[in-house]
Nanobody, 124 residues
């Protein structure tokens, strides 16, 4: 199973913005929902956002709602996470996950395919 690849992480000041990308290499990537998760040091991995295979439905954790936006470009096999108004509490490794139910119209089912993660650090 080929993993998706995340990129776009880095160091940003509080209040700043970053855009993460998740690129899928498999031909079926565009058929599945994709989710973003994050894990801060000493904490469990938590859900951040998800998007259905066709981009119509999106879901967000309460703590990022209104600040983050998930989108996808199926022609490029890429899912984006636009992050804004970042705070130190957003510091974490961000992971991309490919769902395990093809053409799911609503909701998100976590799959087994995870990327290696990209570090986001929010600090002045």
């Amino acid at each position: 199973q080929v993993r998706p690849v995340e990129s776009g992480g880095g160091l940003v000041q509080p209040g700043g913005s970053l855009r993460l990308s998740c690129v899928g290499s498999e031909r079926t990537f565009s058929s599945y929902g994709v989710g973003w998760f994050r894990q801060a040091p000493g904490k469990e991995r938590e859900f951040v956002a998800a998007i259905t295979w066709n981009g119509i439905n999106t879901y967000y954790a309460d703590r990022v709602k209104g600040r983050f936006a998930i989108s996808r470009d199926n022609a490029r096999k890429t899912v984006y996470l636009q992050m804004g108004s970042l705070t130190p509490e957003d510091t974490a490794v961000y992971f991309c996950n490919v769902g395990n139910v093809a053409y799911l119209e609503a909701g998100y089912h976590v799959g087994d395919s995870w990327g290696q993660g990209t570090q986001v650090t929010v600090s002045s």
